[in-house]
T-cell receptor, first 109, second 114 residues
Framework: DQQVKQNSPSLSVQEGRISILNCDYT??????FLWYKKYPAEGPTFLIS?????DKNEDGRFTVFLNKSAKHLSLHIVPSQPGDSAVYFC????????FGTGTSLTVIP | KAGVTQTPRYLIKTRGQQVTLSCSPI?????VSWYQQTPGQGLQFLFE???????NKGNFPGRFSGRQFSNSRSEMNVSTLELGDSALYLC?????????????FGPGTRLTVL
């Protein structure tokens, strides 16, 4: 059973606008959440993370929000750039990592 | 520092055969985890090795096995291949097991089963 879900397989956004990628999880014991970015023919690369004791973490254009009561995680990219086009995986961790199915983001120039 | 390397990058096998994939972690990393990526399923955890011992195991049949050597390099073996085993197999390394919050992924091995 999928403990981490990304319900949107794809997302298209105009360059300069905000991209919002969403992720839901079921296990309240997860203590750490991460976003990974994956280009074709490459392995996923770490993007940003957040501990369960926080509700927001920013790193440049990337902000991750955590809503523990709703068991919901989101990644905001502002402003979106064409180079952000990739597949984004959210992940949650207890003693191992659980990944979502990924959202393919296309940023249109 | 060299990244995680995986060999081979591409592999074509037929049903019933077996296959061995290799992963060399980042120097100094002692934990290696393996994942299977298929469309619609995301990355599914296979198993984790730390200091030559399997620490955690995902929900995969016994046809999937692995091992880790004293230099932290890891191999994954799949026996009696099935069409559904076609996937991208990723390994990831980290310094510690379990408590480490970041994994570094290799480029993956694309396995096609005909």
């Amino acid at each position: 059973d999928q403990q981490v879900k990304q319900n949107s397989p794809s997302l298209s956004v105009q360059e300069g606008r905000i991209s919002i990628l969403n992720c839901d999880y079921t296990n309240s014991m997860f203590d750490y959440f991460l976003w990974y970015k994956k280009y074709p023919a490459e392995g996923p690369t770490f993007l940003i993370s957040i501990s369960s004791i926080k509700d927001k973490n920013e790193d440049g254009r990337f902000t991750v929000f955590l809503n523990k009561s709703a068991k919901h995680l989101s990644l905001h990219i502002v402003p979106s750039q064409p180079g952000d086009s990739a597949v984004y995986f959210c992940a949650a961790k207890d003693y191992q990592f659980y990944f979502g199915t990924g959202t393919s983001l296309t940023v249109i120039p | 520092k060299a990244g995680v390397t995986q060999t081979p990058r591409y592999l074509i096998k037929t049903r019933g055969q077996q296959v061995t994939l290799s992963c060399s972690p980042i120097s100094g990393h002692r934990s290696v985890s393996w994942y299977q990526q298929t469309p619609g399923q995301g990355l599914q955890f296979l198993f984790e090795y730390f200091s030559e011992t399997q620490r955690n195991k995902g929900n995969f049949p016994g046809r999937f096995s692995g091992r880790q050597f004293s230099n932290s390099r890891s191999e994954m073996n799949v026996s009696t291949l099935e069409l559904g085993d076609s996937a991208l197999y990723l390994c990831a390394s980290s310094f510690k097991s379990g408590t480490d919050n970041e994994q570094f992924f290799g480029p993956g091995t694309r396995l096609t089963v005909l």
